[in-house]
């Protein structure tokens, strides 16, 4: 299997790094082809240029990034490791959604205001794991876990319709303790052994 990790944590000693590392290890040990993209490390520009938003639907539209688009349409599998800011994305990770989730990568404008017609039809499985601050009970009671409804349906829903998404939360990830952290690691072994 062809797996696609994407990290967006800026700190080199994070949880979040030490989670991608884990998933990395994971896939390898089961033989599959890992491409790791460190968006702060590469030191990915989150927005989208004006050159590229004026092309945008544009049949044959050019992404200033197109080795990670050439990434996203190389993997069977996903890997996201970020931690949820403010119950969102990080900006380098939506800004990778804004930019290689791009028109003729994972999808295809539809003619007048039909739905999108989804590309990534190879992407079978994905793995989100993210560190959050708040406690459980405010991420799913309250806000109803918003990060997991748009990545699960606008996101992956829309554009990769055959994609099965595993979601892995650490709350309170400041007070985490070893034997915590040590079962998140250990369900993302499983999840990838799964695959």
């Known amino acids: ?6 990290l967006a944590h800026p700190a080199t000693n994070s ?4 989670f991608a590392e884990t998933a990395t290890a994971a896939a390898e040990a089961r033989g599959f082809e890992v491409r790791v993209v460190d ?4 030191g990915f520009d989150p927005r989208l240029s004006a050159a590229e938003r004026a092309v945008y639907y ?6 200033d990034v197109p080795d990670l688009l050439a990434d996203l349409v190389w993997a069977e599998a ?10 969102g994305f990080p ?5 990778w959604f804004d930019r290689v989730f791009a028109p003729g990568t994972a999808y295809d404008h539809a003619e007048g205001l039909r ?25 799913t009671f309250v806000l109803r876990r918003p990060v997991r409804r748009v990545l699960a349906t606008a996101i992956l829903g829309t554009c990769a319709p055959n994609c099965r998404l595993r979601f892995l939360s650490l ?7 070893p034997k915590t952290i040590a079962a998140v690691a250990r369900r993302i072994t499983e999840a990838i052994a799964a695959w």
């Open 1 to 6: 299997m062809r797996v696609l990790l994407v």
């Open 15 to 18: 949880l979040c790094r030490f």
């Open 39 to 42: 968006l702060y490390a590469r």
């Open 58 to 63: 544009d049949p044959h539209y050019r992404s």
């Open 78 to 87: 996903l890997v996201l490791v970020f931690p949820t800011w403010w119950f």
């Open 91 to 95: 900006a380098v990770l939506k800004g």
């Open 115 to 139: 739905a999108i017609r989804p590309r990534l039809l190879g992407l079978r499985r994905a793995l989100a794991v993210t560190t959050l601050g708040s406690p459980w009970w405010v991420d």
């Open 171 to 177: 709350h309170d990830a400041e007070k985490a303790r």
